[in-house]
Every structure is written in C-alpha cells, then in structure tokens.
C-alpha cells in the first residue's frame, strides 16, 4: 500500500488536512500517542497519507473541515487527554471518568472512575416525548442506550450511547512484538475476528512476504466471515418484519455456512485461524474441494432465499424506511454496505488490494436508494460475489507452504482491510522491539452515527429494522 507519513508544524496542520480533502481524500481515523503527537490517517484509492504534529498546547481542530473530525476530538480528548480549542466536549466511547484519562502510560486512577450520565436530547417541546432505550436489552445483544425524542410515533432526534463494556484492548496490545496477540485481536469483535487478524498480521508481517497459499486461504476465510454476517443481516430483515418462511430458510443457510467454518478452522466464528506469518494450519485439498462443491449449493440457496424476499409485504416495510442519503454518509464518513447502499462505490478490496484481491475478479455493488431495502440489496449482491471469490480462490491455489515466522521493524504501521462492516484500520508505533501505541478504528464506529440520520422522520417501530439493516457491533465500538 501506498503511505506517506509527514510530519509538519502545528500551524500549518489545518491547511494541509484542507488540501487533501480538497484534493478527495477521506478521513480515516485520528489518534494520539503519548508525549503529544496526533497522527492524522486520510485515504483517496489506494493511496493513504499521515499528517502527524506535536501539540503545542491546544490541538488543532479540524471538524469545520470535515464534520466526522469531531468524533475523533472528542476520543483523543476522552482517552488520552487532548484537548481542543473548540472541543464539543462529551464522552464517546468510556462511560467512566476518573483521575487521568485511559490511554495515559501512567497516572490513571481506575479506582477513582465514576459513571456518566446518559445525556438528554437537544429536542424538546410539550409535545416531544423521549424514550430511553437501553442499555439492558430484552435479548442476547450487547449494551447499548438508545435516546429517542418523539413527536407521537414519529421520531424527531435519536442519539446512541455507547461505551458500557471498554475492556481497555488498545493498552493490552502494548506488548512486545515477539508475543503473539492474534487471539486478543480476535476479541475486539468475535464476528469480525478474520478481518481483524488480518489487519494486525499484516503489520507484523511489514518485513517479510508470507506464502502464496497463506494469501488465498486468508482470502477464503474473509469471505466465509463476509457470508455469514451478511446472510445473519438479511435473515434478521426478515425476522424483524415477521416474514417467518424466508427467516427460517435464511437461518438454515446461515447455520450451514457456520457448520463449514467448523469443518475447515475447527470453529464455528473462525477463530484462531489467522496468524502473524500466515495462517495456523493448512486446510487440506478434500476439505476446499468439499467447500467448492458446497459454494455451488450456497449459490441456489441464496437465490431461493431471494426469490422468496421478493414480496410486496416486504417491500411495503424496507422500501423508504431508514434512509441514509449519500450527502450524511460522506459527512459522516460511512464505509461498507452501509455507504455502498448511499451511492458511495468504495471498497478497500478493489481500491486497495490485499491478500489475493488484486488477482480476483470483485465488483462494487452500489444503490442511490439509500434505505433499509438498498442497504439488504447490496448484502445479497456481496454474498454472490463472496461465493465466486471463494470459488475462484479454490481454483487458483497450488500447494505450498503456510506460514513464515513474522518480522516488523521499528517505526509506523498501518493496515486497511474490508471487512464485512466495511473499511477496517489498524495502526500501532514500534519503539525498541515494543509496541508503543496501537489504535483500531472499526467501521462501526462511524457507522453508528448514520443511525441518528436514519432514524429520524420514521416511526418508532421502524427503528428495530433500520438498526438491523446497519448491522454494527457494540464490541468493536466498545474497545
């Protein structure tokens, strides 16, 4: 991948930021490390640059650039301290404030937190009603409050609150570069944990190639990972209307899409398959011919899955409901399906290839619709193309070795992958052979926000369905 990293004087941070945007260029995540450095991430293509400065100070803001800025102010200010002249304050992702702040190397009190108050909407009227959501669910999901003002049904403003379950990954990567945190990397999101292995194997990888078969198996592990998400989506869009049939043959499909997971990694999530220097161990040849052979079966199971979604029922509740407009995506800085589903054709497997992408045929599948039926249209179009990745990869693959030891050097590292959320960073800095800082910007964290465009103008039973559509991750917000 294509990356400059430049390092430039505090008062020139908020031209250069400009220009690039300008320029097309997008955000990608912003951090701090310790001692005062902020490192900016912007991608265009393939193409990625770090705009990096020394606080002076205050830091420099740059949300009147581009509006999704905030969201990472307000994470350094929380987290690490960083404070900005015109910070809009508030806490994003730790609903706990003590003595210092997280991400400090010393000097936090954990004994000294205490809890936040769920902040009120802004909305307010004798005729607004708010509904608090959450954080405790009646269900399996994981704890997230969710603040609706309403106007009778109709919902005029929603703000998420997340941050209830932080479990502090960024500082327990703070390790030597010799230990293997592949299995801690798996748990920042337990549905994502490919994606996510990928992401950090390839910066611990920075100095050596890994084998070809390594590549193509890693491949075909995305993209089983990118199936069942997927076909977990469109089955819920389903469920979640009371369309019964087509919601138990969408969970069959998912169950036997979980059961070949078991088969080819000896777990059903895919765990503890990709590692730094490839993956753990090969999958025989009898096993990826039984995978071929089972793709073909997938493909017409998908399409009667589909033939069977092709109701005017259905429609009546997906088509208008939950619309993210392509202007709130890129303001927000959406990736994945859900951007996709915006008229945003972006996608890091074709724009910046890893792993066999490059080698692969890949279409980005696109809508201008913007709603919950664009957003479960653009899914169904992936789960095809994952089938004919899986497939293509099948046939391409020769024997080979499997794994190489590792090597990263000293300096900084960056990773960009898709995963089935969309576009997924890792960064980390390496002082001395140790992992000085490390930072994962997860799509959901963006993509929480299209929810509070989404979501207003809708009735409140409406709200399960768009939030399904937008399928995000409680886990891999709550670092």
């Known amino acids: 991948m294509m990356m400059e990293r430049m390092f430039v004087p505090s008062d020139r941070v908020h031209d250069v930021v400009s220009e690039y945007v300008n320029d097309g260029y997008g955000i990608m995540t912003m951090f701090a490390e310790e001692g005062g450095t902020v490192n900016t991430l912007m991608r265009r293509f393939d193409s990625v640059v770090v705009i990096c400065y020394d606080i002076e100070g205050h830091a420099v803001p740059l949300s009147d650039i581009t509006w999704n800025a905030s969201l ?26 003590g003595n210092g702040h997280p991400l400090q190397k010393e000097g936090y009190d954990r004994s000294t937190e205490v809890r936040i108050p769920i902040p009120k909407n802004r909305t307010v009227g004798d005729d607004i009603f708010e509904i608090p959501v959450g954080p405790v669910h009646a269900g399996i999901i994981e704890p997230g409050h969710f603040r609706f ?35 801690l990397v ?28 390594a590549k193509y198996i890693r491949t075909i592990l995305a993209e089983m990972e990118r199936l069942y ?66 793709m073909m079966i997938l493909k017409f199971e998908i399409e009667e899955l589909e033939s069977m979604m092709d109701n005017p029922y259905l429609a009546d509740r997906l088509e208008t409901t939950g619309i993210l407009s392509e202007k709130d995506a890129r303001n927000i800085g959406a990736s994945g399906p859900i951007a996709r589903a915006s008229g945003i054709a972006s996608d890091v497997r074709k724009e910046r290839p890893y792993e066999m992408y490059g080698e692969l045929g890949l279409r980005i599948n696109t809508s201008m619709k913007g709603d919950v039926q664009a957003r479960t249209e653009v899914r169904l179009e992936e789960i095809s193309d994952s089938i004919s990745i899986i497939h293509q990869c099948i046939q391409s693959m020769k024997p080979g070795e499997t794994r190489v030891r590792p090597k990263v050097s000293d300096g900084f590292h960056c990773s960009v992958v898709e995963a089935p959320r969309g576009e997924l960073v890792h960064c980390m800095t390496v002082r001395d052979g140790k992992i000085w800082r490390y930072n994962v910007r997860d799509p959901s964290f963006i ?33």
């Open 72 to 97: 990472y102010e307000r994470l350094m200010s929380e987290m690490s301290g960083v404070t900005f002249s015109d910070s809009n304050g508030g806490t994003i992702v730790y609903r706990r404030k």
């Open 149 to 183: 003002s309403v106007a009778g049904e109709t919902v005029i403003e929603l703000n998420p609150t997340l941050g209830f379950v932080h479990r502090g990954i960024e500082r327990l990567m703070e390790t030597s570069v010799d230990v293997d945190n592949s299995r």
């Open 186 to 213: 798996e748990r920042i999101s337990g549905d994502t944990c490919v994606a996510n292995c990928i992401a950090y194997s390839e910066m611990m990888e920075s100095d050596v190639d890994i084998p070809m078969r």
């Open 229 to 294: 998400n997927h076909i977990g989506v469109v089955t819920g869009m389903c469920t979640d209307t009371a369309f019964n049939v087509p919601s138990y043959a969408g969970g069959s499909i998912q169950e036997k899409v979980l059961r070949m997971n078991f088969g080819l990694t000896r777990h059903r999530m895919l765990m503890n398959a990709v590692v730094p220097g490839g993956v753990r161990r090969d999958i025989p040849d009898s096993k990826l011919k039984e995978l071929d052979d089972f």
């Open 447 to 479: 993509n929480w926000f299209g929810m509070c465009h989404a979501v207003p103008g809708n009735v409140v039973p409406d709200f399960p369905l768009i939030n399904k559509s937008f399928g995000l991750s409680y886990s891999g917000n709550d670092l």
